[in-house]
């Protein structure tokens, strides 16, 4: 059976290609093809802030977690998400995922299992993902760009597990929007140092090295093996009510 999900909507026995919003907004169809699309397209990325904003702004204390959506539930990697999700809501802070399978689902288990809030950032594909089981509130996104916006805005840190091209995308954001003081700076904490390493040498020896970063960026990072200790570096700031995120 087919499906395909558009934002918050689910279409079974889909026909045609499998397309996004995020791909038709990329489009060029013409000169005069967003005087007839795109001014209405606006109000639809109005509708998607309107609504994120209104499900998380009482959430409270948050920690998103990031990492590969393609990693069994056995694996080394996985069962730390599992126990950072639970220790982050036996601390008292939400969990906030993609939603989808992988490393997300392991985390929002630890937060569900542990009777903390377990939130789910869905995004639209052209292949089906659904939110996974362990969500006490999820809300669906037809923008990636929108949906990004949620997991700085409400997080009052990360935590990033290995991961693929989105989760490089989110640390790289996430150090960017800090050292451009576009938000204030909150704890990043990478898990897996033989992960990461390799990169974070290249960052080191290239980036630094050649001027391109300062040397102290390097510090915007923390990167440990301990699912406990991660927790701990992740909620060193004091609990508060709102998240620090954007203005």
């Known amino acids: 059976m087919s499906k395909q999900t558009y934002g918050p909507q689910i279409r079974r026995h889909a026909h045609g290609k499998a397309t996004t919003a995020d791909y038709q907004l990329m489009q060029n169809l013409g000169e005069d093809h967003w005087t007839h699309y795109d001014t209405w397209r606006v109000l639809r990325i109005q509708s998607e802030f309107v609504e994120g904003f209104g499900a998380l702004a009482g959430l409270g204390s948050a920690v998103s977690v990031f990492g590969s959506a393609r990693t069994p539930q056995d694996d080394h990697f996985a069962k730390a998400a599992y126990e950072i999700g639970a220790g982050l809501a036996r601390v008292g802070r939400a969990v906030i995922t993609g939603g989808g399978p992988g490393i997300m689902e392991a985390a929002n288990r630890g937060a569900y299992e542990e009777g903390g809030h377990s939130i789910g950032l869905g995004i639209e594909l052209p292949h089906e993902q659904s939110l996974n089981p362990y969500i006490t509130l999820g809300v669906n996104f037809r923008y990636f760009f929108v949906r ?100």
Do not use: C
Request: avoid cysteine; hydrophobic fraction near 45%.
């Open 148 to 247: 990004k916006m949620m997991f700085v805005k409400y997080a009052q840190g990360f935590v990033i597990l290995p991961g693929g091209f989105g989760t490089m995308d989110e640390f790289f954001e996430a150090i960017t929007l800090a050292q451009t003081t576009k938000i204030e700076h909150f704890p990043v904490v990478l898990f897996g140092s033989g992960y990461w390493q390799g990169l974070l040498d290249w960052m080191r020896d290239q980036m630094a090295a050649r001027n391109y970063i300062h040397a102290s960026d390097l510090g915007a990072f923390t990167v440990t093996d301990d699912p406990q200790e991660a927790v701990a570096l992740v909620t060193s700031q004091p609990h508060t009510d709102t998240a620090i995120g954007t203005g």
